[in-house]
């Protein structure tokens, strides 16, 4: 094979994965404002499952800011990784406070910890996190600006 066709698969492989992370930055991001959106709005039910978790109820504003504005960051890709980090918290603290047994089932029966209500949003927050958010975001507008700012030269005085 030629280096041609390893070419064409490196361009084509790094358009797919900024698609696939804007997919799922926009999805999880959305699902996160959601979640956060109808917990502030009314906060009494969400506020009584924390306090029988044994979890205060500042904590539980402190999670719906996390989800409402952790999703907002998501979902634009502007301080991505900011927010994907705090959900990510946030997701982890939710596995073992409200889901432990399906938490600490993850050598013992994997199916049952994949299953918790909490994966799927973990495991986007560490995409996020890790990945970054690509290269259709605006923290890469914001990366692009400053690589041509810092490529200018510099006018002496």
Not at 22 to 42: M, P, Q, S
Not at 82 to 101: E, S
Not at 103 to 109: A, H, N
Not at 140 to 148: D, G, T, V
Request: aromatic residues 22%; charged residues 15%.
């Amino acid at each position: 094979m030629d280096s041609n066709f390893f070419k064409c698969w490196y361009y084509t492989t790094n358009a797919f994965q900024s698609i696939l992370l804007l997919i799922v930055r926009v999805y999880w991001g959305f699902l996160f404002f959601i979640g956060g959106f109808y917990k502030i709005t009314d906060m009494a039910p969400f506020i009584d499952f924390m306090n029988q978790l044994g979890v205060s109820t500042t904590v539980a504003y402190l999670v719906t800011l996390v989800e409402l504005i952790g999703g907002i960051l998501i979902f634009f890709g502007f301080l991505s990784r900011i927010g994907a980090a705090c959900t990510a918290v946030i997701m982890f603290a939710a596995y073992i406070v409200a889901h432990p047994a399906q938490f600490y089932s993850f050598f013992r029966d994997p199916a049952y910890f994949f299953s918790a209500p909490p994966f799927s949003f973990l495991f986007a927050s560490l995409v996020v996190l890790f990945f970054g958010p690509g290269m259709l975001s605006i923290d890469a507008i914001f990366k692009r600006k400053l690589m041509e700012d810092a490529e200018k030269p510099r006018k002496k005085k």
